[in-house]
């Protein structure tokens, strides 16, 4: 039988990451804005790490410390570059207002929660909760990008919704290494693409409010 | 059939892989684009070869690839117009240098992507892993997307920002539901490699958790639904479709979303396996249905002729949804019969429409005028495509279209009044924007057209030919292949 320590230590990380999302998604100011997306990276390597040390899968450390490096260090230190050079950092333009935004977010963990515990009964009791919590993450993420404008807040965005996913690959008990280096490995290019593309706004509207980009529709005239 | 000795010792599975992969470095070494060029089209013929003797040489099943007469259908497709395009793309992307919308550098950045997106597609058809097959489609989405922005104009790069985002959400749905699938077949299966297998999966989805399985069905028609350009999570594809590389455009309609929606078949076969989960079929025919009808009635608004053909892709995939969504032998081969012949029209339109760009100056429907007069060729051409497109006999589209309408009454004649109604809006449409390129007096540039006519019309003798006469090896296959569908 397993110590219920270990479920209330994976559960706390779990929880921690649902809440770092939340936390996200009020941010008003950039560089708060990415501070939180580091701290949300770091409690993903955390959380992968326990995973690694109970389910006895020491290649999910290698998950962990490229969540770690790359999402908690190089990549947040990196936008807050972007954000300085382009001088985007004084407030993060929201389409809809920070209230309704935590109540559709608490809505759509409940809903997650609901749904997965749900259908997952024959799963591991483990794998089930972090597969909610997991899908929390991904919603709010996805939450986060519809209620955004600004490119910089939109990319954390996503990135957000790749830690939750693997947040459940790495809950999934035994899964195959393939996926997880290619989860880290897809975010880093799609963050090099995401690097070009920033620049590539930046050269051409002097700004990376995507709203600026609607004006140039094909079909606006 | 007997081949000589090396054929069949050859792999044909590594070289439909390796080849792209070698040219992807190859090409973006070599400076010039004559040469460059060139390479492409003769990368992508080598590939095409492989393909092709798949069809007779049928390699082991790997636990990271296979190959089985489903996918060998898709892969025949994929390398064939992936070949026909580079060559239209050799003569055409000559004239976009001389006109300065791109750079040599550029230049040899695009044939790079070119084959590094043919790679992906290729993989991802190839991939008996669902893990890998969904690598394979992330890659395919990010070189599209650097192909895509390439002109680097503002609407060049909205269009590549949109696809890349809502590609990317359309992803990471598509990976929540593979690990649900993992989840639901670890217990079964047990840790590790296999349970991520397709060819394990199918043989054990009938033990499965089928509540697992509905969710994650749920997630993975509409992460992967995203990049077959379903209603409603469509949204990138009118932009990413007029605003990159004609060619690009071309592959996009033809091959990008087949890979796309076979992803989709795939699990829809886990689900038909196991009898206790949801069944598949109304789902994909719901999203079908509202893709054909809403992008039916965009069509009538559209001032953007490369974007009026990309509404139509979202008509045409709604409608092989809605076929393979019915399910059942009769509906399966109408579904395959209509990807293959919407594949090899879709391309060719783009073909003529990328000559017509680039000779008029404009994509704008309003300033294309009688170009039958101006460019008689390529006006005819362009009139044969929409004729086919639009679904008018003897050409292949016609008899497709005529059997997933007929099976429908068959089965189900309430879903085929939607069905018909979206059919004709569409058919509207396409015939009275195409009245007004191709007719009248000519308007707009008379420049003369730079591109080669042969890949167009090579497409539309196929499609012409598929409409006239199938021949009995191709009906039995792909009726073989409807059988295994489910």
């Known amino acids: 039988m397993i110590h219920p320590l270990v479920y209330d230590v994976a559960h706390l990380l779990a929880g921690g990451m649902v809440l770092v999302s939340f936390m996200l998604l009020y941010q008003d100011r950039m560089h708060g804005l990415l501070n939180v997306f580091a701290l949300h990276a770091l409690v993903l390597a955390l959380s992968v790490s326990w995973e690694a040390l109970i389910q006895h899968a020491p290649h999910l450390f290698i998950t962990a410390a490229i969540a770690l490096v790359v999402k908690a260090i190089v990549i947040p230190l990196a936008l807050h570059r972007i954000v300085r050079r382009l001088n985007i950092h004084r407030s993060v333009e929201t389409v809809v207002g920070i209230g309704p935004t935590m109540l559709a977010g608490m809505g759509l963990v409940a809903l997650s929660t609901a749904l997965m515990l749900r259908v997952t009964p024959s799963a591991d009791a483990l794998a089930r909760q972090d597969l909610a919590f997991a899908l929390s993450v991904v919603l709010l993420g996805l939450l986060m990008m519809v209620s955004r404008r600004n490119a910089v807040s939109q990319v954390v965005g996503l990135m957000s919704i790749e830690n939750g996913l693997i947040l459940a690959a790495a809950g999934a008990k035994g899964m195959p290494l393939v996926v997880e280096i290619s989860v880290a490995f897809s975010v880093l290019v799609a963050f090099i693409v995401i690097g070009i593309f920033l620049f590539r706004i930046r050269e051409r509207f002097d700004t990376v409010d995507v709203q600026a980009l609607d004006r140039f529709r094909g079909e606006n005239q | ?486």
């Open chain 2, 1 to 486: 059939m007997t081949l000589p000795g090396f054929l069949t010792e050859f792999n044909a599975v590594g070289a439909i892989l390796l080849i792209p992969l070698a040219a992807v470095f190859v090409l973006a070494l070599l400076p010039g684009y004559r040469v460059t060029s060139l390479l492409n089209v003769l990368a992508s013929f080598l590939t095409l070869l492989a393909a092709v003797s798949l069809l007779f040489v049928r390699p082991e099943t790997g636990p990271l690839l296979f190959v089985d007469d489903l996918n060998v259908v898709f892969i025949v497709l994929n390398t064939l117009v992936g070949f026909t395009t580079s060559t239209f793309s050799a003569s055409y992307i000559a004239h976009e240098l001389e006109t300065g919308r791109l750079t040599p550098s550029y230049l040899r950045f695009y044939h790079a992507m070119y084959q590094a997106m043919m790679f992906g597609m290729n993989l991802a058809l190839l991939a008996n892993n669902i893990g890998l097959l969904w690598v394979a489609i992330e890659l395919a989405t990010l070189t599209t997307v650097m192909m895509v922005g390439i002109y680097r104009t503002h609407e060049a790069l909205e269009a590549a920002w949109k696809y890349f985002i809502l590609g990317s959400v359309g992803i990471a749905l598509a990976l929540f539901g593979t690990i649900l699938v993992y989840v639901a077949s670890q217990p079964v299966i047990g840790e590790g490699l296999d349970a991520m297998t397709w060819t394990i999966l199918i043989a054990r989805a009938a033990e499965f958790d089928p509540a697992l399985l509905n969710v994650a069905f749920v997630f993975l028609l509409l992460g992967y639904g995203t990049k077959v350009g379903l209603a409603p999570v469509h949204a990138w594809l009118p932009d990413a479709h007029a605003e990159g590389p004609t060619p690009i455009s071309a592959v996009l309609s033809g091959l990008l979303l087949n890979v796309a929606l076979y992803a989709v078949l795939r699990f829809k076969m886990l689900m038909t396996a196991n009898e206790a989960a949801l069944a598949p079929g109304p789902l994909m025919v719901t999203m079908g249905l509202s893709s054909l009808i809403f992008a039916s009635f965009m069509l009538y608004r559209r001032r953007d002729i490369k974007r009026l053909f990309a509404y139509s892709s979202i008509e045409h995939m709604g409608i092989i949804t809605f076929a393979f969504g019915m399910g059942g032998p009769l509906a399966n081969f109408a579904g395959l019969l209509h990807m293959t012949m919407h594949s090899l029209t879709k391309s060719a339109i783009f073909f003529a429409v990328g000559n017509i760009a680039q000779a008029k100056g404009t994509q704008k429907i309003a300033d294309i005028r009688g170009l039958t007069e101006s460019h008689p060729v390529l006006g005819w051409g362009l009139v044969v495509g929409v004729v086919a497109i639009a679904g008018l006999p003897p050409l292949g589209i016609f008899m497709s279209e005529f059997l997933v309408v007929t099976s429908t009454f068959a089965r189900e004649p309430l879903l085929a009044v939607p069905l018909v109604l979206g059919l004709l809006v569409a058919f509207g449409a396409l015939l009275w924007r195409v009245t007004g390129i191709a007719f009248g007096t000519p308007h707009g540039g008379v420049a003369p057209v730079k591109a080669s006519y042969v890949p167009m019309f090579a497409h539309l003798a196929l499609v012409l030919g598929a409409g006239l006469y199938l021949p009995p090896v191709l009906v039995e296959w792909f009726q073989h292949v409807a059988q295994l569908l489910g």
